[in-house]
């Protein structure tokens, strides 16, 4: 079941709720008042609803910069602090290649070819961390 938090709106991303995650398509340009608004709506809707993922659809995208490599990372870190994972989908090669090149880093992000490897990606389970957070070393 599928069910909009967020209609279209010139200047606003639409946020989807499809069960237990969140579906949001970047569009080509996103600027600065556009990305700020999305982080609150995520925030709010997460909150509100109780979703456990969110899944941000990147395949429109042509170029990624600094500005969009942070505004992910931060999506992806006020996500995890609300309890919901976040997994970037459908980037392009050519946005792969310049990422690297730039040495550009999402950290707390996992990514996926597609919106559905991205969504069952998200229905699987969260491996507990394991105790002492450290590697084994032997004796």
Sequence with gaps: MSEAFSRPVA???????????LLVTLPGDLHDSMADRL??????TIVRSGVTGVVIDI???EIVDSFLG?????????SELLAARTVVAGMRPAVAI???E???TLPGLRTAVTAEAAMELLAQPVA?????GGREESP
């Design 39 to 44: 982080q609150q709506d995520l925030s709010e």
């Design 102 to 104: 730039l040495g550009l």
């Design 128 to 132: 507990p961390p394991r105790a002492g």
């Design 70 to 78: 942070r505004v992910l990372a931060e999506i992806a870190a006020q």
């Design 98 to 100: 310049t990422m690297v």
């Design 59 to 61: 395949s429109g995208v």
């Design 11 to 21: 200047g606003q991303v639409p946020v989807l709720r499809l069960g237990h995650v």
